[in-house]
């Protein structure tokens, strides 16, 4: 079994504020990518005990936000930005078997939500795909989906946990932390996350090999809807050349393939 775990940062239990911890140069960031790792390092450890052989973990936080210098021995770790070319990292992804995400938070505009946002927390009020509302767990779900990997493992926040279980009914999940607010949670403490992502994402692994989720697949063709908070974050988006303009605040995408479309 070769797992692909993609990470961010504000599901991460001890991290419950923007503005003090998420961005390089906030005093609390060193601290937090430190908390994360310890969060991934914890989820190699349970994937270990289930034998599997290949662990590589893509650091999806915007700037990046991996302790490299603390990363279990065991992993490997896609980072850089931009993150490659799409068509030579999809490659890689397809030599995984499953994918899990760890550190995540829930969609914008979920009420009381630590940390909740979609994207760019500045600028994005919502996406909608084919009328649905989402967020960075459907994104990267569908997107793996697409190269054949059925996303089997999520930790995060319980709000993060809830979204996850369900858009994929079977997802096994570790709550880390207690949604109280968009700014404020109740973090359980780094051992007891640590148990908890260590024995869920071996948990996963064996009830993938009892009875497999399958990859996130929804119907195309697939029309976008972005909705930004002002009125200038639409026109630059209204500019793509396929782009159509909805409203002041929001631009209506099209496309095929859901990879070209879902994190544009
Ligand atoms: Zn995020």
């Known amino acids: 079994m070769k797992v692909y775990i993609g990470t961010d940062l504000e599901g991460v239990a001890g991290v419950v504020t923007f503005y003090a911890q998420t961005s390089p140069g906030n005093p609390g960031y060193e601290a937090a990518k430190r908390l994360l790792t310890g969060e991934i390092n914890a989820a190699v450890e ?95 779900a569908l997107y793996q989906g697409a190269l054949g990997l059925p996303l089997v493992f999520l930790s995060g926040d ?16 570790a709550a880390v932390k207690r949604s109280l607010g968009r700014n404020s949670a109740i973090s359980l403490s780094i051992s007891r996350s640590h148990e908890l992502i260590r024995t869920g994402a071996a948990e996963a692994i064996r009830r993938q090999r009892q009875a497999p989720l399958s990859p996130l697949v929804w119907p195309g063709p697939y029309v976008l809807e972005k909705r930004y908070f002002h009125t200038d974050s639409a026109d630059a988006a209204a500019d793509a050349p396929d782009a159509e303009r909805v409203d002041g605040q929001t631009v209506r995408l099209h496309g095929d393939d859901i990879r070209d479309l879902i994190y544009r």
């Open 158 to 173: 319980e709000e993060a946990c809830r979204e996850a279980e369900d858009l994929i009914p079977g997802i096994q999940t």
């Open 46 to 140: 349970g994937l270990l005990t289930e034998g599997v052989e290949d662990i590589l973990v893509c650091d999806g936080h915007g700037p990046g936000a991996v302790h490299y210098e603390s990363l279990h021995p065991a992993a490997k770790l896609l980072h850089g930005r931009p993150l490659a070319p799409r068509a030579v990292r999809d490659a890689v992804v397809r030599e995984y078997d499953v994918c899990m995400m760890l550190g995540q938070h829930a969609l914008a505009g979920k009420p009381l939500a630590n940390m909740n946002h979609t994207q760019n927390s500045q600028a994005i009020d919502a996406y909608r795909l084919n009328g649905k509302l989402i967020g960075e767990i459907a994104q990267f």
